[in-house]
């Protein structure tokens, strides 16, 4: 429980540390960056809830509400990481169709049934819980309505490097090229779940909800350092490699989009 708390208040403190930049993060041109825009773009291909009430959760400081509200949507986001919150409210203090709050996935302040479609990106696979934040997803959800989320994917070449072999011996380094340099240690990206579109697709189906589209997405094939190294050839990768999505090969994407209706 302690080791579960201690990494909670990591995660929130990691986005409270980029809170300034995360907004622009989808300006990048760079991998991560073109990750964003990509998962953005794929969620509103099959967003189908305009002008309904949308819960965003996770929400950042915002990043969905200029394409939601385009679309007539009443825009609800709420995120553990206040700083995020508190820049979103900068951002948007005038939009009287967007409401933002500190809150947590796992214990939604929102009615039974009140929500036509709930969004959720990046986030369930950081929570301490995942089938009770999700759960609670799903309450808030309308019958019939829209359920939204983003998983990373299992099997993604980039995420096993990345997070088994590659962060693992940087974390050892990293301690030390800080120390050297006189920099002041900052906060570190914190680990996460991964899950198999099947297992994931199943989790959901167990909620009372009807799996009707799964997407695949992000295929940066270019492993670290060398997508750093080279960000403008990582970013041309992945643009060549989202015609993998419905292929055999799609298994080697980076991200998981499921969408599913509440019976």
């Given at each position: 429980?302690e080791n579960q708390r201690a990494a909670d208040e990591k995660t929130v403190e990691f986005f409270d540390s980029i809170a300034n930049d995360?907004?622009?993060?989808?300006?990048?041109?760079?991998?991560?960056?073109?990750?964003?825009?990509?998962?953005?773009?794929?969620?509103?291909?099959?967003?189908?809830?305009?002008?309904?009430?949308?819960?965003?959760?996770?929400?950042?400081?915002?990043?969905?509400?200029?394409?939601?509200?385009?679309?007539?949507?009443?825009?609800?986001?709420?995120?553990?990481?206040?700083?995020?919150?508190?820049?979103g409210k900068k951002r948007f203090s005038s939009r009287p169709n967007v409401h933002l709050a500190v809150g947590s996935a796992e214990k939604?302040?929102?009615?039974?049934?009140?929500?036509?479609?709930?969004?959720?990106?990046?986030?369930?696979?950081?929570?301490?819980?995942?089938?009770?934040?999700?759960?609670?997803?799903?309450?808030?959800?309308?019958?019939?309505?829209?359920?939204?989320?983003?998983?990373?994917?299992?099997?993604?070449?980039?995420?096993?490097?990345?997070?088994?072999?590659?962060?693992?011996?940087?974390?050892?380094?990293?301690?030390?090229?800080?120390?050297?340099?006189?920099?002041?240690?900052?906060?570190?990206?914190?680990?996460?779940?991964?899950?198999?579109?099947?297992?994931?697709?199943?989790?959901?189906?167990?909620?009372?909800?009807?799996?009707?589209?799964?997407?695949?997405?992000?295929?940066?094939?270019?492993?670290?350092?060398?997508?750093?190294?080279?960000?403008?050839?990582?970013?041309?990768?992945?643009?060549?490699?989202?015609?993998?999505?419905?292929?055999?090969?799609?298994?080697?994407?980076?991200?998981?989009?499921?969408?599913?209706?509440?019976?």
């Amino acid at each position: 429980m302690e080791n579960q708390r201690a990494a909670d208040e990591k995660t929130v403190e990691f986005f409270d540390s980029i809170a300034n930049d995360y907004y622009d993060l989808y300006d990048e041109t760079t991998p991560g960056g073109y990750a964003f825009v990509l998962r953005r773009q794929h969620i509103l291909s099959v967003f189908d809830q305009p002008g309904g009430m949308v819960l965003d959760v996770g929400c950042g400081s915002g990043v969905m509400v200029e394409s939601l509200t385009a679309l007539n949507c009443d825009y609800w986001g709420v995120d553990p990481a206040e700083k995020m919150i508190e820049d979103g409210k900068k951002r948007f203090s005038s939009r009287p169709n967007v409401h933002l709050a500190v809150g947590s996935a796992e214990k939604l302040d929102f009615p039974d049934n009140h929500f036509d479609a709930v969004l959720c990106m990046g986030v369930l696979e950081r929570v301490k819980d995942d089938r009770n934040a999700l759960a609670e997803m799903v309450r808030v959800l309308k019958p019939g309505g829209t359920l939204l989320v983003t998983v990373p994917n299992k099997y993604s070449p980039y995420f096993l490097w990345r997070d088994y072999l590659f962060y693992p011996v940087v974390s050892l380094l990293r301690p030390i090229y800080f120390k050297l340099r006189g920099w002041e240690r900052r906060p570190v990206i914190p680990g996460h779940r991964m899950y198999s579109a099947k297992a994931f697709g199943e989790m959901v189906s167990r909620l009372n909800c009807r799996v009707t589209e799964v997407m695949y997405m992000g295929f940066n094939l270019l492993l670290p350092p060398l997508d750093m190294m080279f960000p403008g050839t990582a970013v041309s990768v992945m643009r060549k490699g989202e015609a993998l999505q419905h292929g055999k090969l799609r298994y080697l994407a980076g991200g998981l989009i499921l969408k599913a209706n509440k019976q």
